[in-house]
């Protein structure tokens, strides 16, 4: 006689989902408000959508006090995964789009149009990231990243101008070719091992000893291309200035820190076991595009005459920074990742929304941007405080001390040295 079939409910553990149903659901609730009642104050979606993140927040302290407890969860037949990563890029993810949020109930709106949608959407992109980062499954991730780039493509063109038209379809034809170099990526590692789980992967490689090293090379190749445009590593960055130019300042600098470090924890699970199993060639290209990265990026912002260009070069060379964090593959440039990372939200986040405070709502017909170096000249006279505080976003972005990221610089710095990579750290 057959045995029946039994389902685990262990196995599901459906409260992995929680932190990423509830963007989701609260995305369905703003569509519905305004299906009912579409004249709501344009206030609503914006304190609605606040709470809904707060509570989002919420659900990932109660998974951070599991975690303590029992370590690393898995969920949804072991689909999800909830580890220190997952966690803590989760607290960056939400932390940030609440600083992002608040923005929209100044005088200075996100766009005139489309407010239900907007938020709408945002939650759906936040989701898309959370689930990237809360999975070592392949084909979630691949979800995941498209979920959440769909969604950003369209809050890019929502700024209703021509150049965030353009930007839009920039950055949708570099997300289409990033997903189709991770798609091909995951598919060669996929006939290689018989597996879409980063950590069976890594196994089945190290058991036959990188036998087909050839193909490893191959499907990393992509890898490395789908996250270069992502992270805008050198020499994946072109699309990056003209992509941030189009957007609103403020959305400019949510997409330096959250898709970022979505991908940057992707990155590291993959990448990382590669590292440690002694892929030699695998390290020699990462070290050649983290100083590439880090150099010229620094290089091209010095001959930008906008602001926001050159806050575009300076995000490349920052995400330069970190990727270095995965190269050197320890514990402590690990940390040193998630307290540059959010030093770095806090300080570009801020330096964006100070360019977003002082737009123009329409562009004279013989201006082609309101974020050029002369408009800021003479700032600390007409507008002393908002020139001090941009002052002070600039210093800690140079990395001077006292400031924040000066600090989380010299912990990369110390955990490069401690690594081996001292050429590296110089």
Do not use: C
Request: hydrophobic share 55%; aromatic share 14%.
């Amino acid at each position: 006689m057959l045995s029946p079939v039994n389902v685990s409910i262990e196995s599901l553990n459906l409260m992995t989902l929680v932190p990423m149903l509830i963007p989701i659901v609260g995305a369905l609730l703003i569509l519905v408000i305004d299906l009912f009642k579409s004249e709501q104050d344009r206030s609503l979606y914006v304190m609605l959508s606040l709470l809904i993140l707060g509570v989002d927040f919420i659900s990932l302290m109660d998974s951070a006090s599991v975690f303590h407890k029992n370590g690393t969860i898995m969920g949804v037949f072991d689909v999800m995964l909830i580890d220190g990563l997952a966690i803590l890029s989760q607290f960056i993810i939400v932390g940030a789009s609440m600083l992002f949020i608040p923005l929209a109930l100044t005088h200075k709106r996100f766009h005139e149009f489309s407010y239900p949608e907007f938020f709408a959407l945002f939650l759906f992109m936040i989701a898309g990231f959370q689930f990237m980062v809360a999975t070592d499954n392949l084909i979630l991730i691949f979800v995941g990243l498209e979920t959440a780039s769909l969604a950003l493509y369209t809050l890019i063109a929502m700024h209703n101008r021509d150049k965030s038209f353009e930007a839009a379809v920039k950055y949708f034809t570099m997300g289409a070719l990033a997903a189709g170099f991770f798609s091909f990526g995951s598919m060669i590692f996929y006939a290689l091992t018989g597996s879409v789980e980063i950590n069976q992967i890594a196994e089945v490689l190290s058991a036959n000893k990188y036998a087909d090293i050839g193909f490893v090379l191959v499907g990393v190749v992509f890898l490395l291309a789908s996250f270069g445009f992502k992270l805008s590593i050198v020499p994946f960055h072109t699309w990056t200035p003209d992509v941030y130019e189009g957007s609103s300042a403020a959305l400019a600098g949510y997409m330096s820190i959250v898709p970022k470090i979505a991908a940057f924890i992707v990155a590291m699970r993959i990448f990382e076991f590669l590292i440690h199993s002694g892929v030699v060639w695998l390290e020699v290209i990462l070290y050649i595009f983290v100083v590439m990265t880090m150099t010229l990026a620094n290089v091209w912002a010095l001959v930008q005459t906008d602001v926001k260009r050159m806050l575009a070069y300076s995000s490349i060379s920052h995400a330069g920074f970190v990727m270095a964090a995965i190269l050197i593959g320890t514990t402590q440039s690990n940390s040193a990742l998630f307290l540059y990372w959010i030093l770095f939200s806090f300080t570009n986040l801020g330096s964006f929304s100070m360019l977003w405070i002082s737009r123009q709502k329409n562009l004279p017909a013989h201006q082609q941007s309101d974020h050029s170096y002369n408009k800021f000249a003479g700032m600390i006279k007409t507008a002393p405080v908002a020139a001090s505080i941009m002052a002070l976003f600039m210093l800690s972005l140079a990395g001077l001390p006292p400031f924040g990221l000066f600090w989380g610089k010299m912990y990369m710095v110390s955990s490069a040295i401690t690594g081996g990579y001292t050429v590296l750290a110089l």
